[in-house]
């Protein structure tokens, strides 16, 4: 027997290693609390009544039988909610209770209150809508000019980029049209929260959400309360990918526990969830794209549809993405870019990891490809031909002042060794435990895919986020309102203070709204805002405490490192220690630089900062019947640089499997709007068996200036390219164009 | 809800005949999606999974008898799954582990979908369901068991006892298409096993036909093209035979496939089985 101390080994500390997730044990053990577990005294519960029409006119709900079942404590519908029936992320339009029209199908109509889950689905049984059923509008393109079915239009934003000589024409042409499939975040704690109505008239809200108090917002407003009355606190997350950034059941709870006087909680269930948050968007591109003789871009010429459902969400800003990103990250002279974000019949769309980015990724991808075919160049060396580099300007005419290093991301990953020949164990061929393929029905193929995504909240947005630091005699407490949702911010909240403090052991205060807005844990940001706000609250501390010092001993120390130091030497002592006895509170809110609208051409300085990626994937593919194994996918990012090893890799292996899900598996099938597969069963996410070997050629570390620690967000950049990179893979193997995603065998068998 | 947890057949019987009413669960991984997904409201269960002989299988002559609380993980990975090898590569395809380790072969004949994995295989072994009620015991083949999508010959007071499935001295093949590497509901399934004594061949498919069904004509067919005495099969029927295994079957458009590559996959199977168990040998 050994006996092991684990005291001698040093805990790694601070920014830049592999700190442990204070919270990884309780998850790992199954004793985190999350959102689903929440409980109180007396709680009831709550159920929606959801349309199963996507288009329709409601004539008359009779809630009479519904009442009657005993046990049953409220039915409410549009007519009982208290403030304005309507709610949204960027512009309010969507009802919280449908109280004339139906525009998808799940929006909902009633929710009942009851004394057990059971008896709450019984009730919403028993309501009795009239629906007078409208033909839905389910095509994406011919929204454009069709009917409205929304009093706001259904073009919810048209943008317009006109970049250089639109006029200019290349040795080269080439031209596709590309389709995106509806993929959803299928994170897998599915909504859940609970309300309870508190002693003075307010609400208290325990939710699992991205944003608290975007929902505090929202939820004031429908409920016509003061917004401190409407409290907000995160309950355990489980999984988000952009599906919780927008309000679910927040009103619906606050409106049963203020009708009934009691705690409501609600849980989705798997299927309901497909219907409760909003999902990625179809997408519909054309791309024209013009190359010189030389193997330089002349031209791109884009036309970029996304089907944003029936109510906006954040369809404004993701096509912003889509069109301002749509070049990849390459630099051409001239370009015009038009983008519709329009309104149908079918489920709402909105954000998810890469928000925009891995729509036209994907396509343009294809482009890169055909074009380096047509020159006969190899896919690589046409890239870092047309790579962007610090300084130059992408076509919204904003120039890149931060570090652009797509030549390093580019060369790191084509020298990468690529691996070894197909297996001889059927299980891991094309088919997996099918049993369908043996080595000689495989055909290898590589792709490669690269892709620029942009970090924080753009176009003009006042992005900002608060943080708090609190020394109690040396001990620590941080509060902010960023949201934890398995990102590891609570890993790095730690990591901060010990880099600056000294000091090991931090308690972090629970997220919520008694605290300013830390903004959405989306868009790569919240290391960079709430990371950044959180460095600046214990600099705020060191500064307090130097301060102190210097009225006490009259000597103005100076921090080097975690230690504070007399300018002549003569005197130091770590920060940590000179905290004993003291105490601090210090608040402080950090901004990235502001960033403008676009014109009406486009143009504009809308955007922060820039990430990219790439990705090589190498794939076996059974022709005859459709069927893939991706082998490996290996990466190269531009991170600026790693805080925690640990987690980039988890976000990096994490962000492939869902961009691989993407390519060849995940898609919400609808028809008439309506979804097929709201479940695990058919929406098929990528399993063990199906999850490559992922290699990290490498980690590019050019700090980012005005970055916080010089990092960049590491989250979204591992979607985005994967895909197109999959893709290629497939079409290496196969020569078939395969111009949407997801592929289905049949696609390639049939093709 | 009435809950009773059976102890033995005969317990299982008289429950039956009190109240035919009644439904039997076993593993639960259909019966229980079924009830959270309200496609399903029971209002009594018989819990037959703790019935001891129901759990076990034997030797019986030439055959085996497997007890219909028989689980896939005991098929996938205990003695059955040298004695019967394709239940056992059917059984591997199913769910998860933890799908596996409850779901069972009695429960896969009683939901009687037309994806149901171990189906194609029991009935191209011929296997015989035994059926059991207070009136005694009865004997049926794959296909008079299931008799359409979800539909079964099973009369209100009859429950699924054990499976008799031959022990036949050749090789055996289990082929199942989906579009995931694992854990995946069959687009296209084909089950093919030979006996060396009889030197015969039979096939039959998966998720393709609205009951189970074999490819009697390809099996006809491709006789005449088989050389039993070395394994071999003539090239230049392989393309017939494909064809006649496509047509063997009669696929819908859903949303998890088109007919069109059901009919072209369930063919490609057939031949690669095919070619797995018979050396192609160019014609004379």
Known sequence: MSVVDDTVEAIPSGIGVSAVRPDGKEKVKGDFIFSSDLSSEGMLWGQTLRSPHSSARILNIDISDALSISGVHAVLTADDVPGENIFGLERADQPVLANDFIRYAGEPVAIVAADHPEIARKATDAIKVEYEILSPLVDSSAAITAKAIHPEGNVIRYLNIVHGDTEAVGDVIVEGEYEVGMQDQAFMGTESGMAIPSPDGGIDLQISTQWLHSDQEQVATALNMPIEMVRVTLAGVGGAFGGREDVSMHVHLCMLALYTGKPVKMIYDRNESFLGHVHRHPARIWYRHHASFGGRLVKVEAKVILDGGAYASTTSAVLANACCFSIGPYSVPNASVEGWGVRTNNPPCGAMRGFGNVQTCFAVEAQMDKIAKELNLDPVEFRLNNALKSGDTIITGQEITGTAPVREVLMSLANHPLPGPSSNNLLELPGGTGRTTDGSHVKRGVGFAASIKNLMFSEGFDDFSEARCIVDDGFIAIQTACVEVGQGFVTLVQQIVQEILGIEKVEILPADTSIGSAGSTSASRQSWMSGGAVMKACEAVVNSLISDLSNEQGVSFERIGTVLVAPDGSASIPVSDALRGRNYDETVVHRHAPTVPLDEVGQGDAHVSFAFAAHRAVVDVDEELGLVRVVEIATSQDVGRVLNPVQARGQIEGGIAQGLGLAILEEIILQDGKIQNANFTDYLLPTAMDTPTIEIAALIEEPEPNAPFGAKGIGEPPVISSTPAVVAAIRDATGLDLNRVPIRPEDIALG | ?284
Request: with cysteine.
């Open chain 2, 1 to 284: 809800m009435e809950f009773h947890i059976a102890s033995s057949t005969e317990e299982v019987c008289g429950l039956l005949a009190e109240d035919p009413t009644r439904e039997i669960l076993a593993g639960g991984t259909d019966f229980m999606v079924e009830v959270n997904f309200r496609h399903k409201d029971p209002s009594a269960v018989i819990a037959i999974d703790r019935v001891p002989e129901l759990k076990q299988w034997r030797h019986d002559g030439d055959a085996v008898s497997i007890g219909s609380c028989v689980t896939y993980r005991e098929i996938e990975r205990g003695p059955l799954s040298t004695i019967v090898p394709a239940l056992a590569q059917s059984a591997r395809t199913v769910g998860s582990p933890q799908i596996r380790n409850v779901a069972t072969i009695g429960g896969n004949l009683g939901t009687a979908s037309p994806a149901g994995d171990m189906i194609p295989v029991l009935l191209a072994l011929d296997a015989k369901v035994i059926i059991r009620s207070i009136d005694g015991s009865r004997e049926v083949s794959i296909d008079e068991l299931i008799t359409g999508v979800k539909e079964t010959s099973l009369a209100d007071n009859e429950f699924i006892e054990k499976i008799r499935v031959p022990i036949l001295r050749g090789p055996q093949e289990f082929l199942k298409v989906g579009p995931r590497n694992a854990m995946v509901i069959s687009i296209a399934s084909l089950a093919m096993v030979t006996d060396l004594e009889r030197s015969a061949i039979a096939i039959a498919l998966g998720s393709v036909t609205a009951a189970p069904s074999k490819a009697r004509e390809a099996e006809a067919y491709i006789q005449d093209f088989l050389d039993w005495n070395v394994m071999t099969v003539e090239s230049s029927a392989l393309p017939n035979f494909r064809r006649l295994v496509g047509e063997a079957s009669s696929p819908i458009n859903d949303h998890r496939s088109s007919a069109t590559y059901r009919k072209h996959a369930v063919g490609v199977l057939g031949q690669r089985a095919l070619l797995r168990i018979f050396e192609s040998r160019d014609d004379g």
